[in-house]
């Protein structure tokens, strides 16, 4: 079982940029591909970004492209995600999330989530 903490969330300009950070526990973190969603109050889970168990394959949605970097640290069994040009669209709770799959973009695939961190950004 993987058990994650994310960090790094606040309020922010828009313009600006913030790191969140997903800190998980268990020996098996490199097993797992770690996703990263975001939502909004009476919405669904909105895919940001995926990182594969080694690191070396990423995916991002569309509106985060270029704007957005995940990656992640196997020994300090952490995960990242680097917010820049942020907009107010980008305002939600993020969460990280474990999949057992090497990539996926559909929530219904990530098995364990960690318990959300807000990101808030003004106009």
């Known amino acids: 079982q993987v058990q994650m903490v994310e960090s790094g969330g606040g309020l922010v300009q828009a313009g600006g940029s913030l790191r969140l950070s997903c800190a998980a526990s268990?020996?098996?973190?490199?097993?797992?591909?770690m996703g990263w969603f975001r939502q909004d109050p009476g919405k669904e889970h909105e895919f940001v970004a995926v990182?594969?168990?080694?690191?070396?394959?990423?995916v991002y949605a569309e509106s985060v492209k270029g704007r957005f970097t995940i990656s992640r640290d196997n020994v300090k069994n952490t995960v990242y995600l680097q917010m820049n040009s942020l907009k107010p669209e980008d305002t939600a709770v993020y969460y990280c999330a474990a999949t057992e799959r090497l990539i996926a973009t559909m929530p219904h695939d990530y098995v364990y989530w960690g318990q959300g961190t807000q990101v808030t950004v003004s106009s």
């Open positions: 990182v594969s168990m080694s690191g070396s394959s990423t």
């Open positions: 268990g020996r098996t973190f490199s097993s797992y591909g």
